[in-house]
């Protein structure tokens, strides 16, 4: 097991019971997660290209320990 920032990207708002789900800003910081750049795709001028349908997301980082155990639930409405 390892330890670290774990990153969860999701449609719908989580919680955690001890509170340690905290929303992601910037570039991960845990190296496991690094990304490279990629250059833009080539696209022909005559493609004809369809709209895509991708939902919205939230991104939290947790802090995470070896051997430790992580719960997340769906935040209801009252913000549990």
Request: net charge positive; no cysteine; aromatic share 6%.
């Amino acid at each position: 097991m390892l330890g670290g920032t774990l990153r969860i990207r999701t449609s719908a708002p989580l919680t955690s019971q001890d509170g340690s789900l905290k929303p992601a800003f910037g570039i991960n910081p845990n190296p496991l997660f690094k990304t490279h750049e990629t250059p833009p795709p080539v696209i022909s001028e005559k493609a004809k290209l369809n709209p895509i349908g991708v939902k919205e997301t939230l991104e939290y980082d947790v802090p995470t320990e070896q051997g430790k155990e992580y719960v997340f639930q769906l935040k209801t409405g009252n913000g549990k």
